[in-house]
């Protein structure tokens, strides 16, 4: 993050796409303070994804929210950001990123401000889901603006930088909320954890004013109602019912989404596809979805951050209920992965330009070693499970989650012209967090349902399973990539 990433303007970008005429506007480049800002503001919304984690035993006991409730309180944060991020980015596109930027992380200080001061659960519920919903204003800003105000090597660092800041802050958010909880800052206990985002946030705002260039698409498309409406009713209609079911029951309107949900995709791909043969400009359009490098990306998106984010749940889970370590040891616990995702994830700018795609098939590699380590670890010996013996293997995983989550922006975006910068990166973000929340709702959900029967140690080690699983559909999926990235 310390080289410049320019100070001359930017380029003439032009480029033509179904439903978007040529853009010729010239953005300003994203100088090395600039990125410093968007890379802030994209730190706190997914450090918020799963800092709450380690705090939920602490708000339970403060808030008497009980299980349902509880799973709220993490999930509508992760339902109203993953629902909401299209749409955030097509925002950004018609009225100017930064602009967008700017009112995103001002109410990102306001909705956290709300949750820290939250009287009771049910408040806390709705605070969480408006600052999701900033979130989702805010973040396709950042992937938007680097885009459209950085091109070739330039761009390439700044959206491998992106991707280390991602995994970082996911990891860091579970140390971090452990420790915040553990010192009850002022005799703020959990609150500190949303507090903590205020300064932050408003830090983000003035200097973004000064820091950060204005870019936006050089003719605004409308909003697309029909797409918003459908892409909305697809993501909860899935993560709803799974996210919820298992903690109210299984009710009958769990089912029922769920058997809705491949109706709506469908109709959300049928909406789309029209949108865009008659000229409109859909929310995500389908041509954008057949540049290869986006399509391959995604489907490594897929597998790559739902294991993370359910391999993060579990884990938590695990070490806090399984072996009754308090919060700041259970967060302690994962430092080794933060010290392998962020040493990979610093070698990996230079590794791809030497190796190319193939930085990813090592990653997915070492991932998998990883999370075998760990499996037999756990089987092993869950009577002397501890912090220190599952270092091995959750350090191996980091290196090699760096590996892979580093370049995946850098690959998803490399092809996406500018003009259309804010809807692929929101896209993208999209995918990001949905595949997140899947992960916390299929591989918690299992998690939480087998550990009655099987035991803790056997539950984890199936979770462990699955996830390596994914690691060898990433692997097969990485020797699709062209071996150079730009």
């Given at each position: ?6 100070v001359a ?15 010729t506007?010239?953005?300003?480049s ?32 403060d ?18 950001f ?9 925002l ?8 967008l ?16 001061l939250a ?5 806390l ?8 919903a ?14 459209a ?12 930088i992106?991707?280390?800041v991602?995994?970082?802050?996911v ?20 609150r ?7 300064p ?11 820091y ?9 498309a409308?909003v ?41 995709a469908?109709?959300?791909a049928?909406v ?10 859909p929310l ?5 979805l057949?540049?290869?490098e ?7 998106a ?10 993060m ?10 072996l ?18 962020f ?29 075998a ?22 350090a ?9 989550g ?5 690959v998803?975006l ?11 990166s929101?896209?993208l ?29 056997r ?22 990539l ?5």
């Open positions: 993050m310390t080289q410049q990433l320019a303007p930017a380029p003439v970008r032009t480029a033509t796409t179904p439903g978007t005429a040529a853009t506007a010239r953005t300003p994203l100088g090395t303070a600039g990125l410093v800002t968007v890379l802030l503001g994209a730190f706190l919304p997914m450090l918020d994804f799963f800092i709450v984690n380690v705090a939920l035993p602490t708000i339970d006991h808030l008497a929210a009980g299980p349902a409730v509880l799973e709220l309180v993490a999930a509508g944060y992760g339902i109203a993953a629902v909401l991020l299209v749409l955030g980015g097509r950004g596109d018609i009225f100017g990123r930064r602009r930027f700017v009112a995103g992380a001002a109410a990102f200080a306001v909705t956290s401000l709300a949750c820290g009287p009771d659960a049910w408040s519920v709705a605070a969480r889901a408006a600052q999701g900033s979130a989702a204003l805010l973040i396709p800003q950042v992937l938007g603006t680097i885009t105000a950085t091109d070739g090597a330039r761009r390439g660092r700044a959206l491998s992106y991707g280390a991602g995994g970082i802050s990891v860091i958010g579970q140390v971090l909320g452990g420790m915040l909880v553990a010192a009850d800052v002022f005799g703020t206990g959990w500190s954890v949303f507090l903590l985002n205020v932050f946030a408003l830090l983000a705002v003035v200097l973004a004013v000064r950060v260039p204005e870019s936006r698409a050089t003719q605004a409308r697309d109602v029909p797409g918003t409406v459908l892409l909305t009713a697809t993501l909860l209609s899935l993560l709803v019912p799974l996210m919820e079911g298992r903690a109210a029951g299984w009710p009958v309107w769990s089912w029922v989404l769920l058997a809705l949900f491949p109706f709506f469908a109709a959300f049928i789309e596809r029209r949108a865009e043969q008659r000229g409109a400009t995500v359009p389908p041509t954008l057949r540049i290869p986006m399509r391959r990306g995604l489907g490594i897929l597998p790559y951050f739902s294991g993370f984010g359910g391999f749940f579990v884990i938590a889970v695990a070490l806090q209920q399984g009754h370590l308090g919060p700041v040891a259970a967060g302690w616990a994962l430092v080794p992965m933060a010290v392998g995702y040493t990979a994830s610093l070698s990996g700018p230079r590794l791809i330009g030497r190796y190319g795609s193939r930085v990813l098939t090592a990653g997915a590699v070492v991932q998998a070693t990883g999370l380590t760990l499996a037999v670890t756990v089987l092993a010996d869950w009577a002397h499970f501890s912090p220190l013996r599952m270092a091995p293997g959750v191996l995983a980091g290196i090699g989650q760096g590996l892979i580093t370049p995946l922006f850098r998803v490399s092809k996406v012209p500018a003009a259309r910068a804010g809807v692929g929101g896209v973000a999209t995918g990001q967090q949905a595949s997140l929340a899947l992960g916390v709702a299929t591989l918690g959900t299992l998690y939480l349902s087998l550990s009655p029967s099987l035991g803790m140690d539950a984890l080690a199936v979770c462990l399973g699955i996830q390596l699983l994914g690691s060898f559909t990433i692997l097969y999926l990485t020797t699709r062209p071996r150079s990235i730009g």
